[in-house]
Structures are given as structure tokens and as C-alpha cells.
């Protein structure tokens, strides 16, 4: 008779490789978080390179004495759904702030930014809608998809052209609209979406653009509103979401709109409706983060900076970067096998970056995903690139010893 | 154009299937693409692209999602082109 998990037999084999070789590297635990930039694990140091935490602002003294006093005033938790007990001021002026440095007239704030996508798309496409979604698009967008009765049609990746055919094939959609869900930068590769072509193209068809900017808010544009702000498209953009888990150094998610009505949806939408709002630590971290990023371009100009200086450093040493210098840089490699083997090599020579494999990888390809902070330093990048020179000059012993583990484990 | 038969869509399927089965494991109608044939679940998306193109129709996520075997992709694309 088959048993529950027996599904998961393939899936196990894979992880067993893994273990063979080294650490689970998708169960990473951490000792102690010494600061945006280092942890320790047991007795070592790791630089960390792969955490999203893209303005560095994890430790930064205002967003944690903010944090501190809302749980002194507010207490750890809300206990209550958005809908329920769970919004307090603190909640709607998040939400107010958010939507003044947009310049929209709504944003609704979530618990995740996971949730954040579930909750937007589910509330924005009904029965009669078709959603397009970029073919790299996030779990999250995926999922908040299959949350709705709308058909779902994917365009070629970063690809205008491929939506306007596709738009063009669906033709008139009775009854419904299109929304067309992109994202800013795309969180595996880094590459960064053509927004005004795509406005142009979607709304030519009478369609929503849905921008998903988790991996840009704050990054991008003079005052950190993300790829459309930086394309100078903003104010045409119909639907901005983002995460306050990466620049906002915080947990929870947004969404803004130029539709008034889109305060609505606050009404129908599940995963905002039915889980409790963030707690007042959270959300008042994220509060003054965002004028932090209002403010900060310094630390955007430190970003871009350290991204030119190791994607310039990494291609000196050949490796096969996939796409122009971003915060995130992504590095190519042959197999799972190989990553996996040079992912543990890394984090034993004190450097943390992300082990990403297929599917959860455009192209099925194996990568060591780096993502870069403003809290880096010009010494760190030239230490993770040394370490990746270092890493290639091992590359035989690295592969002997993988054979040997594997053949150990026998 | 006239529509396409069966035998025709089954062997274009078979052609574009190939990049993504490098481990040539033979392609039956009754093969379960993701289960059989070990296309992961985003490059399986990648392939019904290509086929929405060569036969210029729709194929939303919602109907590939209950899709499992390469002979129920004929009658789906079949349904869709006639």
C-alpha cells in the first residue's frame, strides 16, 4: 500500500545527494546575526552575501528603536485579522506614508509579502478576468493566480513583444479585463523588466499592469520607489506591490494603487482577511525605513556601486554571470552537483550566498545567487570575489572531494 | 490552415519535448510528462509556450495544471485548434 509521503521518494533522493556532499543548504541555521552584513555559525564568521537585505537597515539604530517601543506601547502581537482587532494607527499610517511616497491614493499593507501577491492578484482578477504573468514570475504570483477563477496565460520572460501576441491571440475578453503581472527585478537573475514598454504595450490592449517591485522598492528610482519610479513611469503604473522583508528590513508587504477603488478589495481579499495584520513591531520598523529610503540615496549609490565592482570582478574571472550588474548577481554554474559542492565550499571559507536549483530557477539552471547591500563594503566585495577566485582555483580538489564524500557514503 | 490531426499534433509535441528530455526516455501517449519524462514544473510551462506558438491558440495554466499525460496534451490542443 502506498504511504503519505511515499510522493516525496524522488525529492528525497535529491536532498540525500545534497546531504552527502555537505550542509542542507536550504536549512541553514544561524548562531547569532552580528550585524546586516555577518553572522556566526558555532565558532565562525560568515559574510553574508545572499539575505536580500539590500539597504543594510536590519541594524539600523531608528528602525530598531522604533521596533522597541512598539512593543512597549503595543505590545508583541495583534492577535487579530486586519478586518478584526488588527488594525492600529500604526497600520494606516504605514499605509498613508506608503501611499504618499507612491503619490497614489491607496495602499494596503499585509502581513507577508508572500501573502501580499495571494491577497492582490486573488482580489483583483474575477471569473471573466485573464491574468498574463511574466514566465519568471515568483511562487507568490503564481499561487495568487491559481487563488482566482481567471484564466492564466504566460508571456515569454521580459518580453513586450511576446505579451502584445499573446494579448493580441486572446483578443476581446468578454465581461473581463486583462492584468498583466510583471515584476521589477526579477529575484533569481537580477535582470530588471522593461516597465514603459510594458505599460505601453498592456494598456494599448486595455489591460492593468500589476507590478510586483519585492527585490526594487527602495533600491531603485531617486527617491526608492523602485523600477517603474526609475523608468519615470510610476504615475502610469496601475498596481505596486512590494515586501517589507528586503530594504524595509521588516516583515510584512504592500500594495499601492493609482485606483481609489481599489480599497475595496480590502473586503474580498482572503489572505488579508483571514490571518492575523503584523505586528506593531513590524510595521512600525518598516515605517521608518521608509523614510530611510526616501532618503537614502547614499546608500543606493553604495549599492550600485558594490554591484559594478563584483559583477565587474566575477566576469575578470570568467564565471558566467546572468545578466548586467544589479543587487543581485547571479553565477552560473554546470549542475546541481557542482553548486552544491561550491555552495559548501563557500560557507566553510566564511561566505554565505544562496544555493538555487531548479524549479525554482528560470531555465533550470543551478545558480550561486548573491544578493548585495548597501552595508557591504568596497572589502567585502573584494573578499567574496576572492573567494569565488580562490573557489575556481580549487575547483579538482572541490570535485575530488565530492566524489570521495559520495563514495564514503556508499 | 486546416486543422491539424491527431497523429500530427502528437508527433510536433513529440519534436518539442525533445530539448527538454535529454535523457531520451521514449515518449508514449500514455507518458506522464512531469512523472515519466522528469520535466520540472516550470520548464513544462517553457514547452506549452512553444506549442501555443507553433499552433497559434491558448492554452491557459489552469487547463495545463490538469494536463498529466502527453496523450491527454493531444486531445487538449486537438480541442483547441479545431
Same mark, same amino acid.
Given at each position: ?36 552584513? &555577518?553572522? &556566526? ?46 488594525? $492600529? ?54 499561487? /495568487?493566480?491559481?487563488?482566482? +477563477? ?7 520572460? +521580459? ?8 494579448? %493580441?491571440?486572446? !483578443?476581446?475578453? #468578454? ?42 522598492? !527602495? ?12 523608468? /519615470? ?18 516583515? /510584512? ?15 474580498? *481579499?482572503?489572505? $488579508? ?13 518598516? &515605517? ?7 532618503? !537614502? ?27 548586467? =550588474?544589479? =543587487?543581485?548577481?547571479? @553565477? %552560473? ?18 561566505? $554565505? ?36 577566485? &580562490? ?5 579538482? #580538489?572541490? *570535485? ?11 | *490552415? ?17 530539448? $527538454?528530455?535529454?535523457?531520451?526516455? =521514449? ?42 499525460? @502527453? ?12
Amino acid at each position: 500500500m502506498t504511504k503519505l509521503f511515499d510522493k516525496y521518494a524522488p525529492l528525497q533522493a535529491r536532498v540525500d545527494m545534497m546531504m552527502k556532499i555537505g550542509a542542507d543548504a536550504l536549512g541553514v541555521k544561524f548562531d547569532d546575526i552580528l550585524s546586516a552584513t &555577518r553572522g &556566526r555559525i558555532g565558532t565562525q564568521e560568515i559574510l553574508l552575501a545572499g539575505t536580500n537585505n539590500y539597504l543594510g537597515l536590519t541594524f539600523d539604530e531608528d528602525c530598531r528603536a522604533a521596533a522597541k517601543k512598539a512593543v512597549d506601547d503595543h505590545g508583541t502581537g495583534t492577535t487579530g485579522s486586519r478586518v478584526a482587532n488588527g488594525t $492600529y494607527a500604526e497600520h494606516t499610517d504605514l499605509e498613508a506614508a506608503m501611499a504618499e511616497h507612491f503619490n497614489m491614493p491607496s495602499c494596503i499593507v499585509f502581513t507577508t509579502g508572500y501573502q501580499t501577491n495571494l491577497a492582490a492578484i486573488s482580489g483583483l482578477a474575477g471569473d471573466k478576468d485573464v491574468i498574463f504573468m511574466d514566465a519568471d514570475a515568483h511562487a507568490c504570483i503564481i499561487d /495568487g493566480s491559481r487563488l482566482t +477563477n481567471a484564466s492564466t496565460i504566460r508571456f515569454r520572460h +521580459n518580453n513586450p513583444e511576446d505579451l502584445d501576441k499573446r494579448l %493580441r491571440r486572446q !483578443g476581446e475578453i #468578454e465581461g473581463g479585463n486583462a492584468l498583466v503581472v510583471i515584476e521589477g527585478m526579477y529575484s533569481m537573475f537580477g535582470d530588471i523588466a522593461p516597465v514603459d514598454e510594458f505599460l505601453d504595450v498592456t494598456h494599448r490592449h486595455g489591460g492593468y499592469l500589476f507590478i510586483d517591485e519585492a527585490h526594487s522598492y !527602495g533600491v531603485f528610482g531617486p527617491t526608492g520607489c523602485g523600477i517603474a519610479e526609475e523608468q /519615470g513611469v510610476l504615475d502610469q503604473v496601475d498596481f505596486i506591490s512590494g515586501t517589507f522583508s528586503k530594504s524595509l528590513a521588516s516583515v /510584512g508587504g504592500f500594495c499601492a494603487s493609482k485606483h481609489p477603488e481599489f480599497e475595496i478589495t480590502r473586503k474580498v *481579499m482572503r489572505p $488579508y482577511m483571514f490571518t492575523a495584520s503584523a505586528t506593531p513591531a513590524n510595521i512600525c520598523a518598516a &515605517r521608518v525605513a521608509v523614510d530611510k529610503i526616501k532618503a !537614502g540615496g547614499h546608500l543606493r549609490d553604495n549599492l550600485k556601486a558594490r554591484a559594478q565592482q563584483l559583477h565587474a570582478g566575477l566576469k575578470a574571472l570568467e564565471f558566467d554571470l546572468c545578466a548586467d =550588474p544589479s =543587487p543581485v548577481i547571479a @553565477v %552560473r554554474r554546470p549542475n546541481e552537483g557542482v553548486a552544491a559542492m561550491e555552495w559548501n565550499w563557500l560557507m566553510e571559507n566564511g561566505v $554565505y550566498v544562496n544555493l538555487a536549483v531548479p524549479p525554482g530557477t528560470p531555465q533550470s539552471s543551478s545558480l550561486l545567487r548573491i544578493s548585495l547591500s548597501a552595508a557591504h563594503t568596497e572589502a567585502d566585495v573584494k573578499t567574496i570575489i576572492d573567494a569565488f577566485s &580562490r573557489m575556481k582555483a580549487s575547483q579538482a #580538489e572541490i *570535485m575530488t572531494g565530492m566524489m570521495s564524500k559520495l563514495q564514503a557514503a556508499e | *490552415m486546416s486543422a491539424p490531426t491527431d497523429s500530427e499534433i502528437y508527433d510536433k509535441i513529440c519534436e518539442l519535448l525533445k530539448p $527538454y528530455n535529454p535523457k531520451n526516455l =521514449p515518449i508514449e501517449r500514455s507518458s506522464g510528462i512531469m512523472s515519466d519524462l522528469e520535466v520540472d514544473s516550470v520548464a513544462v510551462f517553457d514547452f506549452i509556450m512553444e506549442l501555443e506558438d507553433h499552433y497559434d491558440i491558448s492554452i491557459p495554466m489552469e487547463m495545463v495544471s490538469d494536463i498529466k499525460t @502527453v496523450g491527454e496534451l493531444v486531445t487538449a490542443v486537438k480541442g483547441l485548434t479545431a
